[in-house]
């Protein structure tokens, strides 16, 4: 399974530009970043891949709206994934920088169930043969 997020940004000056900005983008639990994606998007100058975060470099944040793409494998099966963190700030003022947190809703609100099949969860294969004994008792 692969999901997608995009990561969009405006340097809030009007009139000017950052200077080297850079992103720091959390890694969903279970997944890895899909680095043929990041080759492709030319504003990011360069990028670091760490065990739980992405960090990408930009030569500038413009006062237009600068959007990057960022492609996840699943690599593991976690249920319930909390928020992770994006941070973005100035890379010779640190200081001057923007924290949030995301999720992607879908994977938050999915069970153990829901993510494995009934041949590997223990728990998931007794309820499924619990519930369908009683339907069909």
Do not use: W
């Amino acid at each position: 399974m692969n999901v997608g997020i995009k990561i969009c940004m405006e340097y809030l000056l009007r009139n000017t530009t950052s200077g080297v900005a850079v992103a720091e983008v959390g890694t969903l639990s279970g997944f890895q970043p899909i680095t043929s994606y990041l080759d492709k998007q030319h504003q990011v100058r360069r990028y670091e891949v760490e065990k739980r975060r992405t960090v990408l470099y930009f030569d500038r944040i413009q006062a237009s709206r600068t959007c990057v793409t960022m492609e996840y494998r699943r690599i593991q099966l976690v249920a319930r994934t909390a928020a992770v963190p994006l941070r973005v700030y100035s890379y010779y003022d640190p200081r001057q920088e923007v924290i949030t947190y995301f999720q992607l809703p879908k994977l938050n609100n999915m069970g153990v169930c829901d993510i494995c099949t009934t041949q590997t969860c223990y728990p998931c294969q007794k309820r499924t043969s619990h519930n369908a004994g009683g339907i069909l008792g």
